[in-house]
C-alpha cells in the first residue's frame, strides 16, 4: 500500500518559499542550478544536505536576491536573511546593542528599539549582553548574535549557510536547538532553510532533502535521509 508523503500536502499557493525550474550559469560557462524546484510548505527547520558545488549556496544567494535567476521563478512570501559560515562577516559594530541597533526597523522608537533589542537577545540566550563587546564573545556566542539581528530585522525566513561549521559540539547544538525552538514555537514560528554537511544535525529538522548537480530531491524525514546517504556511502546504518 503507497504510504502519503506528509511533505507534500500543501498547496503551491500557500508554500512559504517556492522556487519553479530555476536555472543559473556563471559568466564561465559553468551551470550551477539546472531547473531547481521545490517548495517549503510551512514554517519549520527545513535542511539541505549536498557536496561541495552542488549549487547550495547560489541557490542561497538566488532566494536572498543577491543573484537572479537566469531562468526560472522563486515566490517568497516571506523576508529572508543570510546568515554566514563565519559570524564575523556579518557582525559589524563593537557591541551587541550597536550592531543590532543596524538591524532594526527605522520606524521604532527608542524605547520600542531598546524593547526588541532585549527580546531578540533573550531569544538566542544572551540576556545581559547588551553591552558586551564583540570581540569579547566565544563563537558561538557571536553565531548566536547574528541569529539575534536577523531577528531584529523581523525576518522571518532564515537561510543558514553552514552556521554551525566553525563552532564546537557544544556550541553547535546550542545554535540548532535555538533555531529548531523558534521554528516550532505556537506563535509566528520562523521558517529555517539549513543547509548541512553534518548528518547527525538532520535528526532536529522537520524535513530533508539532499542537493545534487544543481537539483533538490524530494522532502524527508531526517532519519530517512541519514539511512539514505549512509547507504549509499557503503556504510552500516
Known amino acids: 500500500m503507497a504510504v502519503s508523503n ?22 564561465s560557462g559553468l551551470q550551477v542550478l ?20 552542488s549549487g547550495k549556496s547560489t541557490l542561497f544567494r538566488l532566494i536572498q536576491g543577491m543573484l537572479r535567476p537566469q531562468a526560472g521563478c522563486i515566490n517568497c512570501a516571506l523576508k529572508p536573511s543570510l546568515m554566514f559560515q563565519n559570524p564575523d562577516h556579518q557582525l559589524l559594530l563593537p557591541t551587541c546593542r550597536s550592531d543590532l541597533l ?31 563587546p564583540i570581540h569579547t564573545l566565544s563563537g558561538g556566542q557571536k553565531q548566536r548574535l547574528a541569529l539575534a539581528g536577523a531577528l531584529a530585522s523581523q525576518s ?14 557544544r556550541s553547535q547544538k546550542g545554535v540548532l536547538r535555538i533555531v529548531q525552538k523558534l521554528a516550532r514555537q505556537s506563535e509566528n514560528p520562523i521558517t529555517a532553510l539549513w543547509i548541512t554537511h553534518r548528518l547527525e544535525e538532520l535528526h532536529y529538522c522537520d524535513g530533508a532533502a539532499r ?24 556504510r552500516r546504518v
Open 156 to 169: 522571518n525566513l532564515l537561510l543558514l549557510d553552514e552556521p554551525t561549521a566553525l563552532l564546537d559540539p
Open 6 to 27: 506528509p511533505f507534500t500536502h500543501e498547496r503551491h499557493g500557500s508554500a512559504c518559499l517556492s522556487v519553479e525550474n530555476v536555472c543559473f550559469s556563471w559568466p
Open 211 to 234: 542537493m545534487e548537480k544543481g537539483q533538490v530531491g524530494s522532502w524527508v524525514s531526517g532519519e530517512l535521509l541519514i539511512q539514505r546517504l549512509n547507504r549509499l556511502a557503503g
Open 102 to 132: 543596524l538591524s532594526l526597523p527605522r520606524d521604532l522608537t527608542h524605547s520600542e528599539k531598546q524593547i526588541r533589542i532585549k527580546e531578540v537577545l533573550g531569544q538566542v540566550h544572551l540576556e545581559d549582553f547588551e553591552s558586551r
Open 34 to 53: 539546472k531547473n531547481c524546484t521545490f517548495r517549503i510548505p510551512k514554517p519549520g527547520l527545513w535542511m539541505l544536505v549536498g557536496s561541495n558545488g
